[in-house]
Every structure is written in structure tokens, then in C-alpha cells.
């Protein structure tokens, strides 16, 4: 499988409200992790993230070069400086696209994953729920042609605080063997009413008889302070084009 282009911009979805329309107007997070990650088992579904990698991967400069992120600051307690200027109060709601009303104060980021779809121009668009229902977790997820190109859309909701430099990482294995790795930067989002709606990276499925059959994957995501938002096994099968 091979990699294409660079996940576009993050934007809400269509409904509009308020806050920031892609990624590039939040900004972009400072660095992107490595996250290489090793699965034994071949399932559907939504584990929580380990605390400890289970590889403890650092590879590829992986300890930030140095850099330490900054200490978390209430959101509430950002928008509430320099409050007395109303013109700087509103571009601050407009900036972090949120209300005042909206925050509790809580201190750590929360993403919410709400959907992951899979959409390509071979095939009618595949959309699955997140978390995955208990019952689906044997299932296979998606199956995909051989040869196709498509991409991952994913729908989230932020909560609380911005989160900085969210990254992704998808790992593929066959047969036990991993076979394939992608990753890439989304950005930088700060909490809105509306959920994200974000394209990721274009890849290609393999072609040739050895290429077909059912593989398993673990798609995760992180920020900046290596704080895991979401880890999902999952199953997809690659079969003959017809």
C-alpha cells in the first residue's frame, strides 16, 4: 500500500458554526510522533489506549529533540483574560470556536471520534459508527479491491481544551507480519458545537494473488503530549477486481 498525499485540512462539517474551518486556521501542532505499534490479535475494535506503547518505540528522534510541551491552561481561563476588552474577547471565541457558556473549566483535551468511513471512487462510501458496537468487533470492517486507491474520513468533536499536534498512525498486518505503515499530522483544534469532518492521506491497496485476503489494523490517534484520543483495531478484507 502506498501513501499519497497529505491529509487535507480540517473543517467542520456542513451546518456551519462557529470556530476554525480547517486545521491550517488553528495552526499546526509542532512535531509529529513515531508510532509504531505491534498487535497480536486480529479484531474489531476500541481498546483503550495503553498507557505504556507496547513496543516503547522511540525511534527516528522520537524523545521531541528537546521539546517540552507547554503547561495545559483551562480554556475558560484563557478566554477570560483581558476580558474588559470586547473586541479582544470576541476574537478569542471566534479564534477558539467556542462560548464561554460551553466550557466547565476541566483541563484536558477530549476528542470524541463519532464515525470512520472509507471512501474511494471504485466504491459506494463505507461508514461505520465509532465506538464499534460489541457484536460487530468480529467483523470485517470494510473489503476493498485490489488495485483501488481510497481514503479514511473520520468525524470528531473536541471538548474542553485546544488540542495541539494531533497525529495518526495506521499499521497493517497479514498473517502476523506487518506489511504496511502510514502516518501523517491533522493539527491543531479547538472545541466547537460542530464535529471536524477530516480526509486522510490517500493509499493504494496492494494487487496480485498474494495481495488478496483478510488483514488486520490498528488505526491510533495522539497529540502533542503523547496523550492517546483514540486506538482502534480493526479488520478489513482486499479482494479480486472484477
Same mark, same amino acid.
Given at each position: 500500500?502506498?501513501?499519497?498525499?497529505?491529509?487535507?485540512?480540517?473543517?467542520?462539517?456542513?451546518?456551519?458554526?462557529?470556530?476554525?474551518? +480547517?486545521?491550517?486556521?488553528?495552526?499546526?501542532?509542532?512535531?509529529?510522533?513515531?508510532?509504531?505499534?505491534?498487535?497480536?490479535?486480529?479484531? &474489531?475494535?476500541?481498546?483503550?489506549?495503553?498507557?505504556?506503547?507496547? /513496543?516503547?518505540?522511540?525511534?527516528?528522534? /522520537?524523545?521531541?529533540?528537546?521539546?517540552?510541551?507547554?503547561?495545559?491552561?483551562?480554556?475558560?481561563?484563557?478566554?477570560?483574560?483581558?476580558?474588559?476588552?470586547?473586541?479582544?474577547?470576541?476574537?478569542?471565541?471566534? #479564534?477558539?470556536?467556542?462560548?464561554?457558556?460551553?466550557?466547565?473549566?476541566?483541563?484536558?483535551?477530549?476528542?470524541?471520534?463519532? +464515525?470512520?468511513?472509507? &471512501? +474511494?471512487?471504485?466504491?459506494?462510501?463505507?461508514?461505520?459508527? #465509532?465506538?464499534?458496537?460489541?457484536?460487530?468487533?468480529?467483523?470485517?470492517?470494510? &473489503?476493498?479491491?485490489?488495485?483501488?486507491?481510497?481514503?479514511?474520513?473520520?468525524?470528531?468533536?473536541?471538548?474542553?481544551?485546544?488540542?495541539?499536534?494531533?497525529?495518526? +498512525?495506521?499499521? &497493517?498486518?497479514?498473517?502476523?507480519?506487518?506489511?504496511?505503515?502510514?502516518?501523517?499530522?491533522?493539527?491543531?483544534?479547538?472545541?466547537?458545537?460542530?464535529?471536524?469532518?477530516?480526509?486522510?492521506?490517500?493509499?493504494?491497496?496492494?494487487?496480485?494473488?498474494?495481495?488478496?485476503?483478510?488483514?488486520?489494523?490498528?488505526?491510533?490517534?495522539?497529540?502533542?503530549?503523547?496523550?492517546?484520543?483514540?486506538?482502534?483495531?480493526?479488520?478489513?478484507?482486499?479482494?479480486?477486481?472484477?
Amino acid at each position: 500500500m502506498e501513501s499519497g498525499k497529505v491529509a487535507e485540512e480540517a473543517g467542520p462539517s456542513s451546518g456551519g458554526g462557529s470556530g476554525c474551518s +480547517s486545521a491550517s486556521a488553528c495552526g499546526k501542532g509542532e512535531k509529529e510522533g513515531e508510532m509504531i505499534q505491534k498487535m497480536d490479535d486480529e479484531v &474489531v475494535g476500541n481498546d483503550d489506549c495503553d498507557g505504556d506503547d507496547d /513496543d516503547g518505540d522511540d525511534r527516528d528522534g /522520537d524523545k521531541d529533540n528537546g521539546f517540552v510541551p507547554g503547561p495545559l491552561i483551562p480554556l475558560k481561563e484563557q478566554i477570560e483574560r483581558d476580558k474588559e476588552d470586547e473586541s479582544l474577547r470576541r476574537w478569542k471565541e471566534k #479564534l477558539l470556536g467556542c462560548l464561554e457558556e460551553d466550557l466547565n473549566g476541566q483541563m484536558d483535551p477530549e476528542v470524541r471520534f463519532h +464515525s470512520i468511513a472509507v &471512501v +474511494s471512487e471504485d466504491l459506494e462510501e463505507i461508514n461505520a459508527p #465509532l465506538p464499534v458496537h460489541e457484536n460487530q468487533k468480529n467483523d470485517v470492517l470494510f &473489503v476493498l479491491k485490489e488495485g483501488c486507491h481510497y481514503r479514511r474520513k473520520i468525524a470528531f468533536t473536541v471538548l474542553h481544551n485546544i488540542v495541539s499536534g494531533l497525529t495518526y +498512525s495506521n499499521t &497493517v498486518w497479514k498473517g502476523g507480519f506487518q506489511v504496511y505503515e502510514s502516518k501523517g499530522m491533522l493539527g491543531t483544534f479547538a472545541p466547537q458545537r460542530e464535529p471536524y469532518v477530516l480526509t486522510l492521506d490517500e493509499e493504494t491497496t496492494p494487487s496480485g494473488v498474494l495481495a488478496r485476503g483478510n488483514y488486520s489494523a490498528k488505526l491510533k490517534f495522539q497529540d502533542d503530549d503523547r496523550r492517546c484520543h483514540m486506538e482502534l483495531k480493526y479488520s478489513f478484507q482486499i479482494k479480486k477486481s472484477s
